[in-house]
């Protein structure tokens, strides 16, 4: 972190602190926000959680989860309220206003002082104070390295660790990512030297499926996924009225890209959602196949190396004769993109 000192005397007395994670957290956004939020409420500040919108229930386990501020039209005035008494907010896990949606409007009239915590590519937010990194496995890893600079590993506990710990491990989809390096793996034996029980904390991610969501993944793979050998690609399309049969909730399609990319040879992996404001869109690729500059160029998205969004307004299908009408042009990098 730039300015370190700076920062650490900014946070020498008690501070009113307002912590914003990205629209739809996942686990290393929230896992990310509430460590946080644990490791400043044991400094001594006033700490409040606010999410743009609610988080799937398979991370309700999480320490302090109770306690987080999803961002409605209904809360919009608390929101408001407690975003314009801030004195320090920390946005965690994105570096694109886009990324926080309804709430951009009550962020852009604070006054607080800002920090940045996260590892996503080609950041265009501004902040007073940054911690980041695009080589981190995760924003939970910055998270422990935050604590870590501010000479607080003492603080460090098993609930912290337990928040840390999901976000890393998500992440890397269970330390497989090439982002998982040897300080990746020192931090996890730490967490568990804490206390985290970390088989715990993955059966509460991994093992607590709805019959409805595996029934979902069950149709999708039967029906929906369509494999392109020549193109070393797979994808899945569904839509709005299949995601209403199978009373899809909010988490219950994550995981769905890697069962394309997890195909012998494919290496390129795309999940297209019709969602009920948008076409929502998930982009997974191996070695060498940038998916963050493919979903960004060409789908109004972006992310990191190898995982990467999109959104669209529009129609699915317009999304999938797109999608096949580009890949003759990337065939090459396609085919050498694990070489």
């Not at 269970?174 to 088989?199: M, P, Q, R, Y």
Request: proline share 3%.
């Amino acid at each position: 972190m730039d300015n370190l000192e700076s920062f650490q005397s900014l946070m020498q007395h008690p501070k009113k602190v307002s912590i914003i994670a990205h629209h739809n957290p996942d686990a290393d956004a929230l896992g990310s926000s509430l460590a946080l939020s644990l490791y400043l409420q044991k400094k001594g500040h006033q700490v409040s959680t606010i999410m743009p919108s609610s988080f799937p229930s398979f991370l309700d386990w999480m320490p302090s989860s109770e306690k987080v501020i999803s961002y409605t039209l209904e809360k919009e005035k608390i929101c408001n309220d407690i975003l314009q008494d801030t004195e320090v907010v920390f946005f965690i896990d994105f570096s694109a206003e886009s990324r926080i949606r309804q709430i951009q409007t009550l962020v852009a009239n604070m006054t607080a002082t800002s920090v940045i915590i996260d590892h996503h590519q080609e950041p265009t937010m501004k902040a007073d104070f940054w911690l980041w990194d695009a080589n981190a496995s995760s924003t939970a890893e910055l998270i422990y390295r935050f604590i870590e600079m501010m000479d607080d590993k003492a603080l460090l506990d098993a609930q912290m660790g337990a928040c840390i710990y999901a976000g890393i491990v998500t992440d890397t989809a269970s330390f497989k990512h090439a982002s998982t390096n040897k300080k990746v793996h020192l931090i996890a034996a730490e967490l568990i030297d804490l206390g985290v029980n970390t088989s715990r904390v993955q059966r509460y991610i991994y093992d607590s499926n709805s019959e409805n969501r595996l029934r979902f993944i069950g149709y999708a793979l039967l029906n929906k996924l369509t494999i392109l050998p020549e193109y070393r690609t797979a994808y899945f399309l569904l839509t709005k009225e299949e995601l209403e049969t199978y009373q899809n909730q909010l988490g219950d399609s994550e995981g769905l890209v890697d069962y394309a990319l997890s195909v012998k040879n494919v290496v390129l992996a795309v999940v297209i959602l019709e969602k009920k404001d948008c076409v929502k869109m998930s982009f997974r690729s191996v070695g060498g196949f940038q998916a963050n500059l493919f979903a960004q160029k060409h789908f109004n998205g972006g992310g990191h190396k190898n995982a990467a969004g999109g959104d669209y307004i529009g129609s699915p299908y317009d999304i999938e004769e797109k999608l096949l009408s580009l890949l003759p042009q990337y065939k090459t990098q396609l085919e050498e993109a694990d070489k």
